[in-house]
């Protein structure tokens, strides 16, 4: 879904399409990220209220195919928020699409994994081929897009044009609210897992007294 | 800025790779109701390995907890040796165990076969 857009962009300013064709193509980008945002949002959250064992999945102790996709959630809110406030963090518009690509080619082949992995819907491995390849495909042809014909210089001008505005105090204060609960949140999801006092023994004999298992 | 942003991403992944062993031997155990009399018509030694290969001793969890050499698999061991059986069994339209939600196998009110052992005393 969102590597769709992210090609058209880059066809349409090669074959010199209109400007504002472009900048509908980058809304739609925009629009697109937001959806799956609120996509991954309700799978997190639904998940745990329909069956709240699954918390334990958000733990840095859960198995690879579920840490992946915790991991992917975050870069994929990290890519959000960077974009949304790239004039803010005064990063040259180059490292800005630098970081932007990678990270979005981590979070896809993160969640791809994560997908694969689990092997709740995909248990065969032609099935796991061909939804890699249908996941792949789109963002290969993207990325060789961008490197066979170049990419657009619009953000480049807009950032030109950004470099020369002063942050916003508002606004840069929620970057930085913001940066402090993504460290607040990596925290605690390390900390989470930290055991109570005491060794691991005393620890399950104590469990296993207050469930009365032996 | 680059230098930075790069150096900040391989100290979260170190610590995270490095850490997570840690936090892993160290997990508390969900509860799980395993109904033993459900399984009978399994060969034993599927299970209770220690029986023909020597390899363990006492309950499941003594080794695959306690021993470090398989404790960090314990996860994908016993969910993969569960849910794989419950799977094909579904697929063949036989009467299966839960495979989808947690909750089915992990609550605290399901019978183990613990607790039955208690129940007879």
Not at chain 1, 153 to 173: D, T
């Amino acid at each position: 879904m969102l590597a769709l857009p992210a090609i058209a962009p880059r066809v349409w300013v090669n074959y010199g399409g209109h400007p504002r064709g472009l900048q509908y193509l980058l809304y739609l980008h925009r629009d697109v990220t937001y959806l799956v945002l609120l996509l991954v949002f309700i799978h997190i959250v639904g998940l745990i209220v329909v069956d709240q064992t699954t918390i334990e999945y958000l733990k840095l102790s859960a198995p690879w195919s579920m840490l992946s996709a915790t991991i992917a959630a975050v870069v994929l809110l990290v890519i959000t928020i960077s974009s949304l406030f790239r004039a803010e963090l005064n990063v040259r518009y180059r490292a800005w699409h630098n970081w932007h690509i990678g990270m979005s080619i981590a979070a896809m082949a993160l969640t791809t994994f994560h997908i694969v992995d689990a092997g709740f819907y995909l248990n065969s491995s032609i099935k796991k081929a061909v939804f890699v390849t249908l996941v792949a495909g789109p963002s290969l042809v993207s990325f060789g897009v961008s490197r066979w014909r170049g990419t657009s210089n619009l953000g480049a001008q807009q950032n030109q044009r950004q470099r020369v505005l002063r942050m916003p105090s508002a606004r840069a204060g929620s970057l930085r609210l913001i940066t402090l609960l993504g460290i607040l949140w990596f925290v605690w999801m390390v900390c989470f897992a930290i055991p109570e006092a005491g060794s691991r023994g005393d620890r399950q004999a104590n469990q296993c007294a207050a469930r009365g298992c032996d | 800025m680059r230098l930075g942003s790069i150096a900040g991403v391989v100290v979260v992944v170190l610590a995270t790779i490095l850490y997570r062993p840690t936090m892993m031997r160290n997990a508390e155990l969900l509860p799980v109701a395993f109904e033993h009399l459900d399984h009978v018509d399994q060969n034993c030694v599927q299970c209770h390995h220690n029986y023909v290969d020597d390899t363990g001793y006492d309950s499941c969890y003594s080794c695959h907890k306690h021993d470090l050499s398989v404790a960090l698999k314990i996860e994908p061991m016993f969910h993969d040796f569960c849910r794989t059986c419950h799977i094909d069994k579904a697929a063949l339209g036989d009467p299966s165990g839960p495979f989808r939600v947690c909750v089915e196998c992990h609550n605290e009110g399901g019978r183990t076969s613990q607790n039955l052992k208690l129940q007879k005393g």
